[in-house]
């Protein structure tokens, strides 16, 4: 393990905020733990209010504001330090508040609106790499396993009832339509609309890995992970799907590599029969492989998977947009502010887009893509997580995710990430603590 830590981290782990102690210390942690409970239960259950109580409307629109404002509302309340990354995060939103008034977006509310999303990312992050001490998720254990519980439970409910149940609506009034992969609905859990959901699922995938790194009991891994598994099938996302096998093997590799050879043939017979056994005996199980299936197939058709792969390069390299450089302003393509103020002239001429850097191009320009480029390599290089991970994290926040104008993302990937590096921090600390026994 000393070889692992010396090799695979990039920068030695240090104790930060070491005058923070005793009861003061208690009472910041305790805080900000409760503080994350909130934001994670608001996270994940306000879209059940947004499509079941409060359908359209004003409060439904004001329960989707406070997910842009909740990164905001989160850095302002939480304890701790806010100096270290205070000049970064001041610098960056200076930049975004010149690109606020772009001359050629719709209005100024474009732009304000610009600067929540597009900051709301760094507030999150960096308020945890200023002060890792005080999340103590080992303490939101119950809370996730109860909130993964609710979202499983009405997950298999909605793909089982009709399409058209009420069970199954969005957010939205005037959605006419939902998604759909053969006869079944879609599932979207407690959020508004599917991309809520799937965004969750990326946000469980590291939160097992978070639990792999605590040693948590192999039966328990192996359950979650299954359920995750059968989530991402009826959800019919596959890039939901591709990222829970992504990080699930990379998960247990490293929970198995340390066991020996019997203890791992064991785990992958017992794992393969029972994937086999589920998949002969219900024919729900069946259903939902084939319905998915079904979504490869639509994909390979519709030539969907080079568009959502390599073209996502494509799309900002050979850029068709007018004002490459600066965009043509802050909020102009997130769907709320369109709604409310309007559709610039330039947004419309483009046509549609889809994938984040394209978005953020057309938004701020090249300058603002490589300002986060930038900045996510600078927070990703702070984590103390092995090198070849940070890549991974790299390349799939930067190309495949919707890290801003997925609100759900604002919140989901930086604590997602800090729960890792606790594991790791946990981990390195542990083998420290057992080599200086060994000594004596």
Not at 112 to 139: C, Q, S, T, V
Request: proline fraction near 3%; hydrophobic fraction near 50%; charge should be positive.
């Amino acid at each position: 393990m000393k070889q692992f830590t010396s090799l695979q981290f990039s920068t030695p782990i240090a104790t930060q905020n070491p005058g923070l102690n005793g009861d003061a210390f208690t009472r910041r942690r305790r805080l900000n733990t409760r503080l994350l409970g909130f934001v994670l239960v608001y996270t994940i259950l306000a879209g059940a209010l947004r499509k079941w109580v409060f359908p359209g409307g004003p409060v439904s629109n004001a329960l989707l504001l406070g997910h842009v404002v909740m990164p905001w509302i989160f850095y302002l309340a939480a304890p701790g330090s806010k100096k270290q990354y205070a000049p970064v995060l001041l610098l960056f939103g200076a930049v975004l508040a010149l690109m606020a008034f772009n001359p050629l977006n719709q209005s100024i509310y474009h732009g304000a609106f610009g600067i929540l999303l597009h900051l709301g990312f760094w507030l999150m992050a960096f308020h945890y790499l200023e002060n890792p001490r005080l999340y103590d998720w080992e303490k939101l254990f119950g809370l996730l396993l109860v909130l993964f519980a609710v979202e499983i439970t009405l997950g298999i409910l909605q793909y089982s009832l009709p399409r058209t149940h009420l069970i199954n609506r969005y957010a939205s009034d005037t959605a006419t339509s939902i998604a759909y992969v053969g006869e079944r609905a879609r599932v979207t859990g407690t959020f508004s609309y599917v991309a809520g959901f799937t965004s969750w699922l990326v946000f469980v995938n590291l939160w097992l890995w978070s639990l792999a790194l605590q040693k948590r009991p192999l039966r328990l891994l192996v359950v979650l992970t299954a359920l995750t598994v059968f989530a991402s099938l009826i959800s019919g996302a596959r890039s939901a799907l591709a990222f829970t096998v992504l990080f699930g093997g990379l998960m247990f590799w490293g929970v198995l590599k340390q066991l020996s050879f019997l203890k791992v043939f064991a785990a992958l017979l017992i794992g393969a029969l029972a994937v086999a056994g589920s998949y002969q005996k219900s024919a729900f199980v069946q259903e939902a492989w084939s319905n998915f299936l079904s979504r490869i197939d639509d994909g390979i058709r519709d030539e969907e998977f080079g568009r959502r792969t390599y073209g996502v390069v494509t799309e900002i390299v050979d850029y068709k947009g007018d004002y490459p450089l600066l965009g043509t302003g802050l909020g102009a393509t997130y769907q709320g502010a369109r709604i409310i103020w309007g559709e610039s002239y330039y947004i419309k001429r483009y046509g549609g887009f889809e994938e984040e850097p394209e978005r953020i191009v057309l938004e701020g320009g090249y300058i603002l893509l490589v300002l986060r480029m930038l900045l996510l390599v600078y927070f990703l290089n702070q984590l103390h997580i092995p090198v070849f991970y940070k890549i991974i994290f790299g390349g799939i926040i930067s190309l495949f995710t919707h890290s801003i104008f997925n609100v759900y993302n604002l919140v989901f990937i930086p604590l997602a990430l800090s729960m890792v590096e606790s594991g790791y921090i946990r981990q390195s600390n542990q083998s420290g603590q057992s080599n200086q026994s060994n000594q004596f």
